[in-house]
């Protein structure tokens, strides 16, 4: 069964149901087409008529509550379709373009565009006839509300940042109470998160400093790594974590006299060994990560530096770390 024939049936049915024009189950309807459009009116009336199963009258021929459809050009090849339909009080209208079509079937496609407009028209009337007042529906059980509440709430929350294992740069400045108070520096880190809230990361890090004093300079160099151990957190694009390890390394204190003929320079290397805790946030971009973390540890192996007879540096107490770093997953 063709869409014509479908749409006809429904059309017919809301006519009866509507009861409009006195003796007649259908309403009438008249057809316009201005002379530029490259169509047969004739031909176009025929198919419209098998469309709807009625006889379509002439502009000269309609009544106060005919249905009119004029077919109108726009430019070459397309044409505008217009229905005034005076049961509704409104108009509705659309464009056709037939430019690609051959003269056959021009007709036939252009009474097809009618009538879709006319029963688009016509069924606006079947839902302004609906007047009976709509029965109020029962209160669904807390339980199903609550379940379907749930499922729009994770339909709608954001994704929680991958886990895997990152490798990133950090940028980082130690504060110590002992000089140098200041270190600067940064390094490589490792980090990876699992299923189960805990995880672990690695990092190699450089800091240097320059103290100076009444004998000359003191420049200190700190290399160090630390193995930590710790638990997250996972929020929307966002991870925090909490937890602790060991950081141990080597400085380097090399002395730089400001009189080189009166002061004897000097090398001095030691090991240290400090036990931390860290906390870090990281924020997920795509694959990439945002971290600042905060390592705040004390060293048990300290590493302290002399000139003349008086400590002028050293790596001992307290000891506060920052870090910034970028990274990306690496699986």
Do not use: N
């Amino acid at each position: 069964m063709t869409l014509g024939r479908i749409g006809a049936g429904i059309a017919i049915c809301l006519w009866t149901q509507l009861g409009w024009a006195a003796g007649s189950s259908s309403p009438q309807v008249a057809l316009q087409i201005d002379d530029c459009a490259a169509v047969s009116p004739a031909d176009v009336r025929r198919w419209l008529q098998l469309e709807l199963g009625e006889q379509v009258l002439t502009l000269p021929d309609a009544s106060s509550s005919t249905s009119v459809a004029r077919v109108g050009c726009e430019e070459p090849g397309r044409l505008s379709v217009r229905i005034d339909d005076p049961l509704t009080g409104k108009s509705i209208w659309r464009s056709i373009d037939l430019s690609s079509q051959v003269e056959s079937v021009r007709a036939r496609l252009l009474a097809v565009a009618i009538v879709e407009l006319l029963y688009a028209s016509f069924a606006e009337l079947l839902l302004d006839q609906r007047t009976e007042i709509a029965t109020p529906k029962p209160a669904q059980p807390v339980a199903v509300v609550q379940a379907v509440s749930g499922l729009l709430e994770d339909k709608l929350k954001q994704p929680l940042p991958p886990l895997g294992v990152e490798l990133g740069v950090v940028a980082s400045i130690a504060v110590q109470q002992d000089a140098p108070t200041l270190l600067a520096g940064g390094g490589l880190r490792l980090l990876a998160d699992t299923h189960y809230h805990l995880g672990w990361d690695v990092d190699l890090q450089y800091l240097f400093a320059r103290t100076e004093g009444s004998l000359g300079s003191v420049r200190s160099d700190r290399i160090g790594g630390r193995l930590a151990i710790h638990g997250q957190v996972r929020l929307s694009k966002l991870v925090i974590r909490g937890g602790g390890g060991l950081r141990l390394g080597l400085v380097r204190h090399v002395g730089e006299p400001s009189d080189a003929q009166a002061t004897v320079g000097s090398v001095q290397w030691g090991p240290w060994v400090a036990p931390v805790l860290v906390g870090s946030l990281s924020v997920a971009i795509a694959r990439l990560r945002l971290d600042l973390a905060l390592e705040g540890g004390y060293v048990v192996v300290p590493v302290r530096g002399h000139a003349a007879g008086l400590e002028t540096t050293s790596l001992s107490g307290p000891q506060l770390l920052i870090s910034l770093g970028i990274g990306s997953f690496l699986r």
